[in-house]
């Protein structure tokens, strides 16, 4: 399928920035979808329910505003995210109001969307269903679902384990819609690699939370700057749902990082962050793998500009390594 009609000729870059708990609000998202990127908010993220209207009218104002102002700039659709999860009792609140201002792309993530797929269709929306592994993809695809967010070993947030070698592989061999990666993306050269691999998007959280328009604390934005790889776990105490977390964040609220407990999956809950005093996202920050190259905290504006460069010159450096004539080959097929 490759990519919706939503987001061909709208994108500078193939990327959709992914939906951050507390962290993204209006202001990231309208700077993302102004930079030619995809720009999402958790529904959640709107407190109380009411907001969410308000932000959804802002964003799509201040876009066509923008649009019209510049109608050579390639401006992106945004995302709203949905939690399909029996602790978020806002769920047809927040989607009544998604259907009712027709917002372009609805990202779901946990159950298996059927209604909420039934209801973006109906006004001409899609939707992307993020997963983990073939089964829960499946599952997805059988209730008709645009596009799959293959969530990858590496990911920030709540993440799987299997490379993207192996599930974007196995996921492209039946499935006819849009592909989007995530996991350790965090510059352009990823971006390209995911691409190659056979995603039609990079799917990037964590590069966009050290960024001036996204609401996280500075501690939080200097930690991603500061800390590689070796600094995340991976646990499902906070949640319930296994993710990759900051490791010194963890220690900061008292618990040992490398000795943490299992979850009580019965308990889950994501509307606040989890069932612990110290909650996910506020005081346990997610971090995915590819923090490591991260080294400030520049606009979205700069941050997209210098991705399409690393986008660009990964491309080029691929076909430059090709055999002789085997790019003009390619381009003639």
Known sequence: MGLPKVLQNSLE?????????????????IA???????????ALNARPAHVLEEWIVRIKTELAEYQAANPDKKVAPFAVNQ??????????????????????????????????????????????HDVINVKHAKKAAEQGVDGLILVCAGAGGHAGTLSPFALVH?????????????????????IAGALAMGADLAYMGTRFIATQEANADEGYKKALIDFAAEDIVYSNLFTGVHGNYLAPSIAAAGMDPHNLPEADKSKMNFGSG??????????????????????DSPSVADLVARLKGEYLDAAQSFISRLPAGAAKSAAAE
């Open 83 to 128: 939690i399909c999860h029996a602790s978020n009792d806002r769920l047809m609140h927040d989607m009544e109001v998604c259907t009712r201002l027709e917002v372009p792309i609805i990202i779901t993530s946990l159950r298996p969307p059927a209604e909420i797929v039934e209801a973006a269709h109906s006004y001409g929306g899609v939707v992307f």
């Open 274 to 295: 989890g069932n612990m005093k110290q909650k996910a996202w506020k005081d346990i920050w997610g971090a995915g793998q590819g923090l490591g190259s991260i080294h």
């Open 32 to 42: 993302q979808c102004k930079a030619g990127i995809v720009g999402s908010f958790p």
């Open 170 to 190: 196995e996921v492209r061999s039946w499935f006819k819609g849009t592909i989007l990666l995530s996991g350790s993306i965090a510059d352009g050269s990823a």
């Open 13 to 29: 870059l193939p990327v959709i920035g992914s939906p951050l708990f507390i962290v993204s609000g209006p202001e990231l998202v």
